[in-house]
């Protein structure tokens, strides 16, 4: 398995094509892990010549999972130690969901390393108390039936092997770990911050995801930034949408980070 | 011409693999001809497939071009991925190289 060791963790990384530009992948949380891009966006990327960085949070895929550490400035500092320990400095970011809070992040801390964002149905802007109170609740709620209905066992009594181990490392993550109260002591990024970014923004959110509001924020305050609405989709534009995620993140990677134009219809 | 023998050792080779990936105990009770597939038959996770997959470039080399493969599967073929395809897929690109 190629991993990196990055402040003392193990972390899963798989690197394909090659640069530059460097494109590096941030996914979700609980039940996400680097595959989610592995099969999706990272080879159309890399052939259109770029090197793709897909790696595991702290904590999920096959990265080490430690008790304490999951808020975002840990999961920034994660990311960096990442890129230093593979040689990388600057880079364009994707993130997905949790993941695109994570790039945001990152591309506030240190503007100077990250020459591009796309932010795929990110968590992180917020302009009011309660932000992110819906996404916690829904998470404590996971956590609560899946401590108490076994739900892990459950599965793997019914033969849902593959169910069973999302499960289990969600079950782990999110009642053993400190995840949970790490993200409620998260910050939203406010407009005031929206506008600093110096980079360009690509945003790309489902019609009807319950973070939508992200985006317009996003549209709004950002000074470089498109956003890109996909219509009939939910949170969850991964895989389903990836053609349409293609069509949209390819030209824009062309313009920005200097990749091949595409071919017209290449995009699956 | 498909070679049957060096076919038959390719399929114990991945098969080697796959236990690497997913632990003995689990394999133990599943019966792996070339129409099993990774998804629904052996419920690996995606996370373990990407695993497997390390493993076999790793064997094989990167002439075996498994992004490349897995690139051009859409995801049914992907979901449905038998370990035949990949055995077949494996002794291909082998005779093109030969």
Known sequence: MPEVTARGLRF???????????????????????????????????????????YDLRGHGLTERTPTGYG?????????????????????????????AVALNAALAHPGRVAGLVLIDAHGPGDGPGWNEDFLNRL???????????????????????MSRVAATADALLNRTTLLDDLAAMDPVRPAQLTTLSCPVLAVYGQHSDVADAGRLILRHVPDCALHTMAGHTHFVLPAGTAEILEVLLPWLAHHAGTRVPAAGAAR | MSDIPR?????????????????????????IGPGTTFG???????????????????????????????????????????????????????????
């Open chain 2, 7 to 31: 076919m038959n050792d390719i399929r114990s080779e991945v098969v080697r693999m796959l236990i690497d990936v997913v632990g003995e105990d689990f394999l133990l009770d599943v019966e």
């Open chain 1, 140 to 162: 404590a709620q996971s956590a609560l039936k899946l401590e108490h209905e076994r739900i892990a066992d459950q599965l793997l009594a019914f033969g849902e092997r593959r």
């Open chain 1, 72 to 100: 975002v400035s840990d999961a920034v500092a994660d990311l960096f130690a990442v890129l230093d320990a593979l040689g990388h400095y600057r880079v364009h970011l994707v993130g997905y969901s949790f993941g695109g």
């Open chain 1, 12 to 54: 899963h990384v798989q690197e394909c094509g090659t640069g530059p530009p460097v494109v590096v992948f941030v996914h979700g949380l609980a039940i996400d892990n680097l595959s989610s891009f592995y099969y999706t966006l990272a080879s159309p990327v890399a052939e259109v010549g770029a090197r793709c960085v897909l």
């Open chain 2, 40 to 98: 629904d038959d052996l419920g690996l996770e995606s996370i373990e497939f990407v695993a497997l997959v390390d493993r076999l470039r790793a064997h094989y080399g990167d002439r075996a071009d498994f992004p490349g493969f897995i690139a051009g599967l859409d995801l049914d073929q992907l979901v449905n991925l038998t370990v035949g395809d990949v055995v077949d897929h494996i002794a291909a690109q082998e005779r093109a190289h030969a």
